[in-house]
């Protein structure tokens, strides 16, 4: 009882922080109020002010009182599930945190504090962080020692060797999501499963002559919205299998991004580049989107009725691939409850949560009677989303934060300017080499260092 008390007190002061109502080097109320508050002992307040103080989220002064610590934020605490996005904000959040509430009353749903020692998170923010993240493969398969009822493809994306670094719980191949009702209104023709990029830029033009670029296509220069243009002109970041593995300086890189600035000048010419307000597409104001299965959901919610989906244009000597969208629960190396993760892998591969994604039509559950459920469905697309699941692609093999950082903000800002392509890509090549060259030293040197005392 008195640590169920203790929790009820530990995330009353979270929830408050996270509210807003108590912010950086701000006083908390006193003990002995919030004891008044919650109808809890003064010890067991006191106890759980001394933990979260502890855990570097309060300061307690001696007679002056407890205050907020201005780096709470980037706290990580054992009892707290960070999101990349705010939970509320995802439509299997409610009922996800319903669930936590009732079967895991000792963790609180973080709102503010976005790293934790349980975490949600996407593909690539997985794969640069992986060795922060528990081996999670030992509790995988005593859970679920029977694995054909999981798709293969997107759970071996995660695996280093034999560590398993986060555990999908929906995956989904990206596409081409159209506006019907605004290509017919421009006398654009619509797009078939075979369309090409020439085809895809002809759309453009026809729309132009009615609508502004921002109405046309959400062009930004987010990493998954290129990458899948370097993909299908048959370019790569990196590639382990190559003698030298950094590709960001070949030929059929460089042709996928001069293709997507190409997309940008016959969107905008000349003018000021504008961003599309959040959602448009779902509220048809938008012509092209792409995006994955999980932007149905969204279209069902809007009740937007005139659309359909086509695979991604493509690209003459290209390939049909794209970008795989992953949501998964990792866990922080320096966890020390695994029965709490052990339980939470459960939970999010349990037939009961995954045929509510299911039922949601969020994305494709990993579990496959779950997925068959929800693609047997009447929506649109569907038969096309289980098609592209065999020419998904899921690794950027970039394995680091650093090394993450330095590509993408590298072209994404090549991507915004007007800077030479070849250049600057032979540039960024060249930084990236140097970076696994000197990477390649220093594990020579620590192998060596360890042998030598050995």
Same mark, same amino acid.
């Given at each position: ?19 807003? %109502? ?72 409610? #009922? ?19 790293? %934790? ?40 994306? #995660? ?55 921002? %109405?046309? #296509? ?6 998954? /919205? ?30 996928? /991004?001069?293709? #997507? ?5 016959? /969107? ?72 709490? %993760?052990?339980? /939470? ?110």
């Amino acid at each position: 009882m008195t640590e169920n008390k203790n929790i009820q007190v530990r995330n009353y002061i979270l929830s408050l922080l996270e509210s807003g %109502a108590a912010d950086g080097e701000c006083k908390l109320p006193g003990a002995l109020e919030l004891a008044g508050r919650l109808n809890i002992s003064l010890l067991t307040v006191q106890n759980a002010l001394a933990t979260l103080a502890n855990e570097g989220v309060l300061k307690i002064i001696p007679r002056q009182g407890t205050f907020v610590d201005q780096n709470w934020r980037d706290r990580i605490l054992q009892t707290n599930i960070g999101f990349y996005v705010p939970c509320s904000s995802l439509p299997w959040g409610a #009922f996800f945190a319903d669930r936590i509430r009732s079967r895991f009353p000792q963790l609180h749903i973080s709102a503010e504090m976005r790293n %934790a020692v349980f975490e949600i998170r996407p593909t690539l923010d997985v794969q640069m962080n992986h060795k922060q993240y528990l081996d999670l493969a030992p509790l995988f398969e005593s859970c679920f020692p029977d694995r054909s009822r999981f798709f293969e493809a997107p759970l071996n994306a #995660f695996y280093y060797g034999k560590k398993l670094a986060g555990v999908p719980f929906l995956f989904s191949p990206r596409v081409m999501f159209v506006n019907t009702a605004q290509l017919r209104k421009a006398g654009c023709p619509m797009p078939e499963e075979d369309w090409q990029w020439d085809d895809f830029l002809a759309c453009i033009r026809i729309l132009r002559r009615h609508y502004p670029g921002s %109405a046309i #296509f959400a062009w930004n220069t987010s990493y998954y /919205l290129w990458m899948n243009i370097v993909l299908r002109a048959g370019g790569d970041l990196i590639d382990p299998s190559n003698a030298d593995p950094v590709r960001i300086d070949s030929e059929k890189t460089r042709y996928g /991004l001069r293709l #997507f600035r190409e997309l940008r000048d016959e /969107l905008f010419g000349a003018e000021a580049r504008k961003a599309p307000e959040p959602f448009a597409f779902e509220h048809g104001k938008l012509a092209f989107m792409v995006d994955a299965r999980q932007a149905v959901g969204r279209l069902q919610r809007t009740g937007m009725k005139d659309w359909t989906v086509v695979p991604l244009p493509h690209i003459p000597g290209g390939r049909d691939v794209s970008m795989q969208a992953t949501e998964l629960l990792c866990v922080r190396r320096e966890c020390v409850s695994l029965d709490t %993760a052990e339980q /939470l892998v459960r939970l999010v591969l349990s037939e009961e949560f995954q045929n509510h994604l299911a039922d949601l039509e969020y994305s494709v559950p990993i579990r496959r009677s779950s997925a068959l459920r929800s693609l047997s469905s009447a929506t649109p697309g569907n038969a096309l989303f289980l098609r592209e699941t065999e020419s998904m692609r899921s690794q950027y093999h970039l394995d680091s934060a650093e090394l993450a950082g330095l590509v993408i903000r590298g072209i994404s800002g090549l991507l915004s300017s007007e800077d030479d392509i070849d250049a600057a890509t032979a540039e960024l090549a060249g930084l990236v080499r140097s970076y696994f060259n000197i990477h390649k030293r220093i594990l020579q040197y620590n192998k060596q260092t360890m042998e030598r005392y050995a």
